[in-house]
């Protein structure tokens, strides 16, 4: 029979529009979160960044937003674009230094055109 | 720079055969990963070597996987023997700061 794997949320937006990605972390005590874009065929590739001591921060098209009173962190993305199409994951260190990593389970972006 | 490179990128073989999987990190980083992706379980880190010395390899499913940093340019994966529920994708990736820089990763599939 089929197996039964992760539901990888999907969020569809039109072309030209903002895009808004979730991300619920686990740890409290994590400083440090990272976003990484996944396509098809091809290994995570970094997107932006924040520390926990920032509530927000800027890329070229794409805004990070941190909320840790809530453990949430968003990813933004401007006027999206096709080539955006692709899973999403957050990562998160729960502690400094340790760089153990851990990925969230994704959120698969399609762009319509 | 040409990237975390991992070789082979697919590898079919059978249960109870050895694999070998290659990683060559981006020069001058110092961290090195293994991660494998699977739909159930998502990415998972399986280790992580600083300065070519495992720091944390926690996340090793059993006995049958190991993993080596001879040098700080050479990693490998073995799994020994392998079997059907490793199939997955594994990937390498390096680090100078924080920062991941993956490989296109190995497409494994056991028969």
């Known amino acids: 029979g089929e197996s039964v794997g992760l539901h990888l949320p999907t969020l569809s937006v039109q072309e030209g529009d903002n895009s808004i990605i979730n991300c619920a972390y686990s740890n409290s005590a994590s400083d440090y979160f990272i976003w990484y874009k996944q396509e098809s065929g091809k290994g995570p590739q970094f997107i932006i960044d924040?520390?926990?001591?920032?509530d927000k921060r800027q890329g070229q098209r794409v805004t990070v937003l941190l909320n840790k009173t809530v453990k949430h962190l968003s990813l933004q993305i401007a006027a999206t674009q096709p080539g955006d199409s692709a899973v999403y994951f957050c990562a998160e260190t729960p502690t400094s230094g340790t760089y153990k990593y851990i990925f969230g389970t994704g959120t698969r972006l399609k762009v319509l055109a | 720079d040409a990237g975390v490179i991992q070789s082979p990128r697919h590898e079919v073989t059978e249960m109870g055969q050895e694999v070998t999987l290659r990683c060559k990190p981006i020069?001058?980083?110092?961290?090195l990963f293994w991660y494998r992706q699977t739909m159930m379980r998502g990415l998972e880190l399986l280790i992580y070597?600083?300065?070519?010395?495992?720091?944390?390899d926690s996340g090793m499913p059993e006995d049958r996987f190991s993993a080596k940093m001879p040098n700080a340019s050479f990693s490998t994966l073995k799994i020994q023997p392998s079997e059907p529920r490793d199939s997955a994708v594994y990937f390498c990736?390096?680090?100078?700061?924080?920062?991941?820089?993956f490989g296109s990763g190995t497409q494994l599939s056991v028969l």
């Open positions: 990736a390096s680090s100078a700061y924080e920062k991941l820089f």
């Open positions: 924040i520390r926990s001591n920032m």
């Open positions: 070597f600083n300065n070519n010395v495992p720091i944390d």
């Open positions: 020069s001058g980083h110092d961290y």
